[in-house]
């Protein structure tokens, strides 16, 4: 009796087909999951981006009240990059200031700036900026302002970014200096939403 027990424990195992079964769910759960995850990935460095761009632009603000002194955002198109810059007082001239303020930063692969928000009905912000590189400016009060120092009377500023996958995320500055991220929800109808 015990010769028997111990050839029936001796002989469980999983058999080949068994096996094959189990790669072909695990192959099959596999081409539905990886793609699934990409697109998650690349919509994390899309909202990645648009927080790192937020929170430069809150840097900047801060510090052209706490330094009494006009900053600008540099949003580089080209290089999908952005860089903070102190500026003179006639807000025309970038002062050099602290090597560590005037790193330029990178959009995280895959991301870049559009010009114009996707088509939809509505957007999180009035001002869009245009096709080429662009400038964000602060004035000694962190209201944001013109090239000249004249405080935004169109609503703000907005960049707007979008990554492969065609998804959208945007940040806003307000005429008051309000920093938000959005971003679109496509659909019928589509929406911005706050992140």
């Known amino acids: 009796?015990?010769?028997?027990?111990?050839?029936?424990?001796?002989?469980?195992?999983?058999?080949?087909?068994?096996?094959?079964?189990?790669?072909?769910?695990?192959?099959?759960?596999?081409?539905?999951?990886?793609?699934?995850?990409?697109?998650?990935?690349?919509?994390?460095?899309?909202?990645?981006?648009?927080?790192?761009?937020?929170?430069?632009?809150?840097?900047?603000?801060y510090r052209a009240t706490s330094q009494f002194t006009p900053y600008r955002l540099n949003i580089l198109i080209s290089t999908?990059?952005?860089?903070?810059?102190?500026?003179?007082?006639?807000?025309?001239?970038?002062?050099?200031?602290?090597?560590?303020?005037?790193?330029?930063?990178?959009?995280?692969?895959?991301?870049?700036?559009?010009?114009?928000?996707?088509?939809?009905?509505?957007?999180?912000?009035t001002k869009i900026n245009d096709a080429g590189d662009t400038a964000l400016y602060f004035n000694t009060r962190g209201i944001p302002v013109d090239a000249g120092g004249?405080?935004?009377?169109?609503?703000?500023y907005a960049v707007y970014l979008q990554n492969e996958d065609s998804l959208y995320d945007a940040v806003t500055v307000s005429i008051g200096g309000r920093i938000t991220v959005w971003s679109w929800q496509p659909g019928s109808p589509g929406a911005w939403v706050r992140r």
């Open 1 to 61: 009796m015990r010769a028997r027990r111990r050839a029936k424990c001796i002989s469980r195992g999983f058999t080949l087909v068994e096996m094959m079964v189990v790669v072909v769910i695990i192959s099959t759960v596999s081409v539905f999951a990886i793609p699934q995850a990409m697109i998650a990935v690349r919509g994390y460095r899309l909202h990645a981006s648009a927080s790192a761009v937020a929170s430069q632009l809150s840097v900047t603000r």
């Open 80 to 125: 999908r990059s952005f860089q903070m810059q102190r500026m003179t007082t006639a807000y025309a001239v970038p002062t050099g200031g602290d090597p560590q303020e005037s790193q330029t930063m990178v959009l995280s692969t895959g991301v870049s700036y559009v010009a114009t928000n996707p088509s939809a009905p509505q957007r999180p912000g």
């Open 150 to 156: 004249s405080p935004v009377t169109n609503g703000g």
